[in-house]
């Protein structure tokens, strides 16, 4: 019996699956959000886009679905050395980036972000009304 178990553990691991469980699909968005460096490097040198909405589950950032670029989820969850390695890793900031960055980072404020933000961009600070996270769903 014991044998069987472990056998259908190796053979397991040696699966597509990967064993036991599943692996777990998380997006660019996700990892930024929870601050997973190690998984949104991985990503991204595996093909994925730092400058695309993805998803971001129900529980990370809110108790609703969210659609998110990686650098939105790093500013709302107030990670400004993330927000740094997704523009080492190839997210652009342009004009209305940076102005949607910085609204959003009204919404959830930090002071390493907002110091971030202003070396980002040289234009004047947006004057923001709420965000309105009904879009971004």
């Given at each position: 019996?014991?044998?069987?178990?472990?056998?259908?553990?190796?053979?397991?691991?040696?699966?597509?699956?990967?064993?036991?469980?599943?692996?777990?699909?998380?997006?660019?968005?996700?990892?930024?959000?929870?601050?997973s460096s190690g998984?949104?490097?991985?990503l991204v040198r595996?093909?994925?886009?730092p400058n695309r909405?993805?998803?971001?589950?129900?529980?990370?950032?809110?108790?609703?679905?969210?659609?998110?670029?990686?650098?939105?989820?790093?500013?709302?969850?107030?990670?400004?050395?993330?927000?740094?390695?997704?523009?080492?890793?190839?997210?652009?900031?342009?004009?209305?980036?940076?102005?949607?960055?910085?609204?959003?980072?009204?919404?959830?404020?930090?002071?390493?972000?907002?110091?971030?933000?202003?070396?980002?961009?040289?234009?004047?600070?947006?004057?923001?009304?709420?965000?309105?996270?009904?879009?971004?769903?």
């Amino acid at each position: 019996m014991a044998l069987g178990g472990a056998w259908s553990l190796v053979a397991g691991a040696a699966s597509p699956q990967g064993g036991l469980w599943p692996p777990d699909v998380v997006t660019l968005s996700e990892a930024a959000a929870i601050a997973s460096s190690g998984e949104v490097e991985r990503l991204v040198r595996h093909g994925g886009d730092p400058n695309r909405r993805a998803r971001v589950s129900p529980g990370i950032l809110t108790d609703g679905v969210l659609q998110l670029t990686p650098i939105e989820s790093a500013v709302w969850s107030r990670n400004e050395a993330m927000a740094r390695q997704l523009v080492g890793l190839g997210a652009v900031i342009d004009d209305s980036t940076a102005r949607r960055l910085r609204c959003l980072h009204e919404a959830h404020p930090d002071a390493s972000v907002r110091a971030w933000l202003e070396q980002v961009s040289t234009a004047p600070w947006p004057t923001c009304v709420a965000v309105d996270t009904a879009g971004l769903r």
